[in-house]
Protein backbone atom coordinates (compact mmCIF):
# COMPACT_ATOMS: atom_id res chain seq x y z
CA UNK A 1 0.00 0.00 0.00
CA UNK A 2 1.26 3.63 -0.48
CA UNK A 3 2.14 5.98 2.48
CA UNK A 4 3.17 9.37 2.68
CA UNK A 5 5.57 10.94 5.26
CA UNK A 6 5.53 14.82 5.95
CA UNK A 7 7.99 16.45 8.15
CA UNK A 8 8.56 18.09 10.53
CA UNK A 9 4.98 18.22 12.01
CA UNK A 10 5.49 21.60 13.88
CA UNK A 11 8.05 24.32 13.61
CA UNK A 12 8.35 27.70 14.75
CA UNK A 13 10.89 29.67 13.12
CA UNK A 14 11.71 33.57 13.00
CA UNK A 15 11.46 35.85 10.32
CA UNK A 16 14.28 36.17 7.84
CA UNK A 17 15.61 32.34 8.90
CA UNK A 18 15.66 29.04 6.30
CA UNK A 19 12.77 26.77 5.64
CA UNK A 20 13.36 22.64 4.43
CA UNK A 21 10.32 20.39 4.62
CA UNK A 22 10.29 17.12 3.15
CA UNK A 23 7.84 14.49 1.78
CA UNK A 24 8.36 11.41 0.37
CA UNK A 25 6.12 8.83 -0.98
CA UNK A 26 6.05 4.76 -0.87
CA UNK A 27 4.85 1.92 -2.60
CA UNK A 28 3.84 3.90 -6.08
CA UNK A 29 6.53 5.04 -9.01
CA UNK A 30 6.09 8.16 -10.72
CA UNK A 31 3.38 9.89 -8.85
CA UNK A 32 2.12 13.52 -9.49
CA UNK A 33 3.48 15.38 -5.86
CA UNK A 34 1.87 18.49 -4.60
CA UNK A 35 2.72 21.39 -1.94
CA UNK A 36 -0.38 23.29 -1.05
CA UNK A 37 -0.69 25.82 1.95
CA UNK A 38 -4.09 26.56 4.10
CA UNK A 39 -4.74 29.86 6.00
CA UNK A 40 -6.64 29.57 9.39
CA UNK A 41 -10.37 28.75 8.38
CA UNK A 42 -9.54 28.65 4.80
CA UNK A 43 -9.44 26.19 1.81
CA UNK A 44 -5.94 25.12 0.41
CA UNK A 45 -3.81 26.98 -2.26
CA UNK A 46 -1.81 25.09 -4.36
CA UNK A 47 1.84 26.23 -4.65
CA UNK A 48 3.95 24.10 -6.56
CA UNK A 49 3.08 20.84 -8.41
CA UNK A 50 5.49 18.27 -9.88
CA UNK A 51 5.14 15.88 -12.55
CA UNK A 52 8.46 13.88 -12.61
CA UNK A 53 12.37 14.34 -11.64
CA UNK A 54 12.92 17.77 -11.21
CA UNK A 55 9.55 19.07 -12.93
CA UNK A 56 8.13 21.87 -10.77
CA UNK A 57 5.38 24.05 -12.14
CA UNK A 58 4.65 27.62 -9.37
CA UNK A 59 1.56 28.34 -9.10
CA UNK A 60 1.76 31.50 -7.10
CA UNK A 61 4.62 34.11 -6.89
CA UNK A 62 6.54 34.44 -3.31
CA UNK A 63 9.73 33.46 -1.64
CA UNK A 64 8.85 29.62 -1.40
CA UNK A 65 10.80 27.12 -3.98
CA UNK A 66 10.31 23.38 -4.70
CA UNK A 67 12.67 20.88 -5.40
CA UNK A 68 12.20 16.95 -6.89
CA UNK A 69 15.20 15.38 -6.48
CA UNK A 70 13.85 12.00 -6.37
CA UNK A 71 10.74 10.37 -7.94
CA UNK A 72 9.18 10.23 -4.47
CA UNK A 73 10.85 13.19 -2.74
CA UNK A 74 9.31 16.79 -2.77
CA UNK A 75 11.33 18.65 -0.72
CA UNK A 76 9.78 22.90 -0.40
CA UNK A 77 12.12 25.62 0.71
CA UNK A 78 12.70 29.35 1.61
CA UNK A 79 15.96 31.28 1.77
CA UNK A 80 14.22 33.76 4.52
CA UNK A 81 10.78 33.47 5.68
CA UNK A 82 8.25 36.45 5.97
CA UNK A 83 5.66 36.52 8.71
CA UNK A 84 2.67 35.95 5.90
CA UNK A 85 4.60 32.52 5.03
CA UNK A 86 3.11 30.93 8.36
CA UNK A 87 0.27 28.10 8.02
CA UNK A 88 -0.04 24.95 7.66
CA UNK A 89 1.81 22.64 4.67
CA UNK A 90 0.01 19.81 3.22
CA UNK A 91 2.16 17.90 0.77
CA UNK A 92 0.26 15.42 -1.49
CA UNK A 93 0.20 13.17 -4.49
CA UNK A 94 -1.80 11.24 -6.89
CA UNK A 95 -1.59 8.37 -9.51
CA UNK A 96 -0.69 10.33 -12.67
CA UNK A 97 -3.89 9.34 -14.30
CA UNK A 98 -7.03 8.75 -14.04
CA UNK A 99 -9.16 9.64 -10.87
CA UNK A 100 -6.42 12.13 -9.42
CA UNK A 101 -7.85 11.64 -5.60
CA UNK A 102 -5.27 13.60 -3.69
CA UNK A 103 -3.68 11.55 -0.81
CA UNK A 104 -2.63 13.73 1.91
CA UNK A 105 0.50 13.87 4.14
CA UNK A 106 -0.12 14.81 8.05
CA UNK A 107 0.95 18.05 7.62
CA UNK A 108 3.20 20.72 9.07
CA UNK A 109 2.28 23.85 11.13
CA UNK A 110 4.72 26.69 10.31
CA UNK A 111 4.57 29.57 12.79
CA UNK A 112 6.84 32.68 11.66
CA UNK A 113 7.92 34.95 14.68
CA UNK B 1 -9.31 30.44 -13.77
CA UNK B 2 -11.58 28.27 -11.62
CA UNK B 3 -14.41 29.60 -8.22
CA UNK B 4 -15.27 27.57 -5.76
CA UNK B 5 -18.00 28.54 -3.42
CA UNK B 6 -19.80 26.81 -0.80
CA UNK B 7 -21.03 27.73 2.63
CA UNK B 8 -19.20 28.48 5.34
CA UNK B 9 -20.71 26.83 8.24
CA UNK B 10 -23.93 24.32 9.09
CA UNK B 11 -25.40 23.05 11.64
CA UNK B 12 -27.33 19.69 11.84
CA UNK B 13 -28.71 17.03 14.83
CA UNK B 14 -27.44 13.44 15.38
CA UNK B 15 -29.36 11.53 13.09
CA UNK B 16 -30.23 13.90 11.02
CA UNK B 17 -29.50 14.22 7.04
CA UNK B 18 -27.25 17.38 6.02
CA UNK B 19 -26.90 18.72 2.10
CA UNK B 20 -23.60 20.73 1.48
CA UNK B 21 -23.33 22.55 -1.70
CA UNK B 22 -20.76 23.34 -4.13
CA UNK B 23 -20.99 26.01 -7.23
CA UNK B 24 -18.05 26.13 -9.48
CA UNK B 25 -16.61 28.10 -12.77
CA UNK B 26 -13.65 26.45 -14.25
CA UNK B 27 -12.15 27.10 -17.60
CA UNK B 28 -11.26 22.89 -17.19
CA UNK B 29 -12.83 20.08 -16.01
CA UNK B 30 -11.94 16.30 -14.89
CA UNK B 31 -13.71 15.68 -12.06
CA UNK B 32 -15.26 17.40 -8.40
CA UNK B 33 -13.87 15.89 -5.43
CA UNK B 34 -15.29 16.07 -1.78
CA UNK B 35 -12.51 15.99 0.97
CA UNK B 36 -13.32 15.71 5.06
CA UNK B 37 -10.93 17.68 7.17
CA UNK B 38 -10.79 17.42 11.10
CA UNK B 39 -9.76 19.96 13.29
CA UNK B 40 -5.57 20.48 13.11
CA UNK B 41 -5.50 17.41 10.69
CA UNK B 42 -4.81 16.76 6.66
CA UNK B 43 -8.07 16.56 4.49
CA UNK B 44 -8.99 12.66 3.65
CA UNK B 45 -10.60 12.22 0.62
CA UNK B 46 -14.13 10.96 0.21
CA UNK B 47 -16.02 11.35 -2.87
CA UNK B 48 -15.56 12.06 -6.58
CA UNK B 49 -17.73 12.83 -9.33
CA UNK B 50 -16.41 13.06 -13.36
CA UNK B 51 -20.01 12.45 -14.87
CA UNK B 52 -23.21 13.46 -13.97
CA UNK B 53 -25.26 11.65 -11.27
CA UNK B 54 -25.15 10.42 -8.04
CA UNK B 55 -22.63 8.70 -6.65
CA UNK B 56 -22.98 6.49 -3.10
CA UNK B 57 -20.56 5.24 -0.45
CA UNK B 58 -22.25 4.08 2.51
CA UNK B 59 -23.54 7.33 4.32
CA UNK B 60 -22.08 9.57 2.17
CA UNK B 61 -23.15 10.42 -1.50
CA UNK B 62 -22.38 13.22 -3.99
CA UNK B 63 -24.01 14.59 -6.70
CA UNK B 64 -22.63 16.51 -10.06
CA UNK B 65 -23.87 18.51 -12.70
CA UNK B 66 -21.89 19.38 -14.80
CA UNK B 67 -23.93 22.03 -17.20
CA UNK B 68 -25.48 23.63 -14.01
CA UNK B 69 -21.39 23.98 -12.44
CA UNK B 70 -22.77 22.17 -9.17
CA UNK B 71 -22.35 19.57 -6.67
CA UNK B 72 -23.24 18.40 -3.43
CA UNK B 73 -22.47 16.38 -0.67
CA UNK B 74 -25.27 14.53 1.58
CA UNK B 75 -24.33 12.93 4.83
CA UNK B 76 -27.11 10.81 6.18
CA UNK B 77 -27.39 9.26 9.36
CA UNK B 78 -25.26 12.06 11.07
CA UNK B 79 -22.68 11.30 13.81
CA UNK B 80 -20.96 13.16 16.45
CA UNK B 81 -17.98 12.45 14.26
CA UNK B 82 -19.24 13.77 11.30
CA UNK B 83 -18.32 17.54 12.86
CA UNK B 84 -15.56 18.93 10.57
CA UNK B 85 -14.73 20.61 7.61
CA UNK B 86 -15.61 19.89 4.24
CA UNK B 87 -13.86 21.05 1.17
CA UNK B 88 -15.23 20.60 -2.14
CA UNK B 89 -12.21 20.38 -4.89
CA UNK B 90 -12.23 20.67 -8.69
CA UNK B 91 -9.32 19.22 -10.72
CA UNK B 92 -8.56 20.89 -14.14
CA UNK B 93 -7.31 18.86 -17.07
CA UNK B 94 -3.81 20.26 -16.57
CA UNK B 95 -1.49 17.69 -14.79
CA UNK B 96 -4.36 16.98 -12.24
CA UNK B 97 -4.13 20.03 -10.39
CA UNK B 98 -6.99 21.00 -7.76
CA UNK B 99 -8.49 23.97 -6.72
CA UNK B 100 -10.17 23.98 -3.20
CA UNK B 101 -13.44 25.72 -1.90
CA UNK B 102 -12.64 27.33 1.49
CA UNK B 103 -14.69 24.75 3.15
CA UNK B 104 -18.00 24.43 4.73
CA UNK B 105 -17.43 23.93 8.78
CA UNK B 106 -20.59 21.14 9.75
CA UNK B 107 -21.22 21.09 13.71
CA UNK B 108 -22.99 17.80 14.73
CA UNK B 109 -25.22 18.72 17.51
CA UNK B 110 -26.74 15.68 19.97
Known amino acids: SQTIHQWPATLVQPVGSPLSLECTVE??????LYWYRQAAGRGLQLLFY??????ISSEVPQNLSASRPQDRQFILSSKKLLLSDSGFYLC????????????FGAGSRLTVL | GQNIDQPTEMTATEGAIVQINCTYQ??????LFWYQQHAGEAPTFLSY????GLEEKGRFSSFLSRSKGYSYLLLKELQMKDSASYLC???????????FGDGTTLTVKP
Open chain 1, 92 to 103: AWSLASGANVLT
Open chain 1, 27 to 32: GTSNPN
Open chain 1, 50 to 55: SVGIGQ
Open chain 2, 26 to 31: TSGFNG
Open chain 2, 49 to 52: NVLD
Open chain 2, 89 to 99: AVCNTNAGKST
